[in-house]
Every structure is written in structure tokens, then in C-alpha cells.
């Protein structure tokens, strides 16, 4: 089992940077294919990217790519989702969510672990 923990979100402007990150616990975050979801009110959850386990696999919503990065440091037990160029319509709440596979999925109801969720506000 592992328990996810977001953390980094909150407030920033149009064009602007944030940074998430999903701590995990346990000893076996390397044999989990990552993920990060979001849902914005009102609409269905989505995938924003995903990482294979050793991360050299990453798949990324089209309206994301070339601005958000994800990663992984399986020493550290953390998955990262660095954010650039925020657009009004990235708000959302955020999720990590994990899944023991080598690959990654694309659909929610594929991952077993969830963390809280961090919300992330873009607003002038």
C-alpha cells in the first residue's frame, strides 16, 4: 500500500510558475506507476500527466504539454508537477494518484491510491 500527500499549490497569476509535489509513503514507490489528475468544479476528473516507474515513460494532456513537466525521484519518494505559463483554466483541484504497474495509466478508475488533492487558483 502507499499514501499519497500533495502539497505546493495555491495561488498564482496568469503566466506564472508553481510547483507541485506528492510525497508517498512506504518502501516500494518505485514499482508504482504516477499520476496527476485534476478536476475543475462542475466537470469530470482528467488526466493532466502521467510517469512509468522509472520514469522514462511520461504521457501529458494536450492542453498541458509544453508547460507542465512531470517527474519522479524514487529516492526521494516524490513525484513532481512543475507548472508554467499558468492559464486561467488550469484551475483545479489537483491529485496524485498511484497505481503498482510499470506503465502508467490514462484513466482514473485505473489508480488504487489518492491523495487529498491541492488546489491550484490562476487569477489575476
Known amino acids: 500500500q502507499v499514501q499519497l500527500v500533495e502539497s505546493g499549490g495555491g495561488l498564482a497569476q496568469p503566466g506564472g510558475s508553481l510547483r507541485l509535489s506528492c510525497a508517498a509513503s512506504?518502501?516500494?514507490?518505485?514499482?508504482?506507476?504516477m499520476a496527476w489528475f485534476r478536476q475543475a468544479p462542475g466537470k469530470e476528473r482528467e488526466l493532466v500527466a502521467a510517469?512509468?516507474?522509472?520514469?522514462?515513460?511520461?504521457n501529458y494532456a494536450g492542453s498541458v504539454k509544453g508547460r507542465f513537466t512531470i517527474s519522479r525521484d524514487n529516492a526521494k519518494n516524490t513525484v513532481y508537477l512543475q507548472m508554467n505559463s499558468l492559464k486561467p483554466e488550469d484551475t483545479a483541484v489537483y491529485y496524485c494518484?498511484?497505481?503498482?504497474?510499470?506503465?502508467?495509466?490514462?484513466?482514473?478508475?485505473?489508480?488504487?491510491?489518492w491523495g487529498q488533492g491541492t488546489q491550484v487558483t490562476v487569477s489575476s
Open positions: 512506504g518502501r516500494t514507490f518505485s514499482r508504482y506507476a
Open positions: 510517469i512509468s516507474l522509472n520514469g522514462g515513460s511520461t
Open positions: 494518484a498511484a497505481q503498482y504497474s510499470a506503465m502508467y495509466y490514462t484513466i482514473p478508475s485505473e489508480y488504487g491510491y
